[in-house]
DNA sequence: ACCTGAACACCGTTCAAGT
DNA sequence: ACCTGAACACCGTTCAAGT
């Protein structure tokens, strides 16, 4: 006689970002996530393989809404405008969900993201490289801007910035200064 | 009657960086520590506070000897070559030293380095960034070409740069528009 | 088919007892 | 003064037993 279904995996990747976002990596324990959506921690083994799986898919989730943040951001056709959309969505998702960020971008212990979604979360980026600096330097300056921009972020949020200063001004002068480095040619 | 001691904090800083490197963050237990340093567990409270604490302290030495590298590579007077051999120590050391790489530019559970370590390590970056860009912009170009340099670094030891291409020449390329972006004020 | 309690092998940390 | 075993409150994970 089957036991009635009390969750779904839908409903433990939920709890997961959840918990994620408010306890922080180390507070995002199976009891916690099976509390959450109301069975024992043993039980999360039918829906998730692991923690590690877990994760991952919390990853995959995080990863498809930041792409869409991109995605939506980078319309103008204009290519120094759409460097700004992209740069101010890339920066105001890590500062509405810094736990998820931080995961997006920590080195991953199970595989990390399938390659679909790293293809899709950098259609955005690399076509205004390409439109900036040329098709032949698309990839080396999509990935100078996206270096940028992660660790301008990932040092904000790890509170590294601590000489004082603006931190806005300096997130200004970098997007001002790079958007005119990739297009000049060298 | 006093026991005698079997180890110092000392050599437990630096067995907790040779396991830290080995095994990774989660490696770094209390009782690996412990017995590599000829004790049991409880004892390595008589050292640090707790491990945490233990991590604070790892993490000072490896800003210490971060800072040394930097220090040592900028000493041409001349900026552009000096920004290129800030760039090259940087990645070295990020590349000798992954996992410690990591821990230092990762939120701080327990308060970061202390206030002066933070400010010698940015010294060489600072003297550089002024050179270039000009005094007034010091501490806005030093934290562009910084956040380049950590975010690029640190997607390359996460494995994140999953396009394909030449890595080696998206760091060149970065390097040399970002050296040229210093230079040319706005 | 899914859920559960019990169990196992780990953690970090505390503390009384030894020397 | 430092070291130790025992203990506590946690983890993740497995599994036999329930429905």
């Keep these: 006689m089957p036991a009635p279904a009390q969750t779904s995996m839908t409903a433990v990747v939920a709890a997961g970002r959840r918990i994620l976002e408010q306890e922080g990596h180390d ?48 319309t103008s056709g204009e290519p120094r405008q759409d ?35 790293i293809e899709r979360s950098s259609d955005a980026v690399l076509r205004t490289a390409a439109a900036l600096a040329g098709a032949d330097s698309a990839l080396p300056a999509a990935r100078t801007v996206v270096a940028w921009a992660h660790g301008f972020v990932s040092m904000e949020l790890a509170g590294a910035f601590r000489l004082g200063g603006d931190v806005d001004e300096a997130w200004e002068f970098g997007l001002r200064r790079l958007t005119h480095a990739l297009e000049s040619s060298d």
Tied chains: 1, 2.
Excluded: N, W
Aim: hydrophobic share 45%; aromatic share 6%; no cysteine.
């Design 27 to 74: 507070g995002l324990t199976m009891q916690r996530v099976a509390t959450a959506v109301g069975v024992r921690a043993p039980s999360l083994y039918k829906r998730v393989a692991d923690r590690g799986d877990l994760i991952r898919l919390i990853l995959e989730d995080v990863a498809r809404e930041l792409t869409d943040d991109l995605d939506t951001a980078a």
């Design 83 to 117: 460097l700004r959309a992209l740069a101010t969505a890339f920066r105001g998702f890590a500062h509405a969900r810094p736990a998820a960020y931080a995961l997006l971008f920590a080195p991953h212990t199970a595989g990390g993201p399938r390659q679909g979604t």
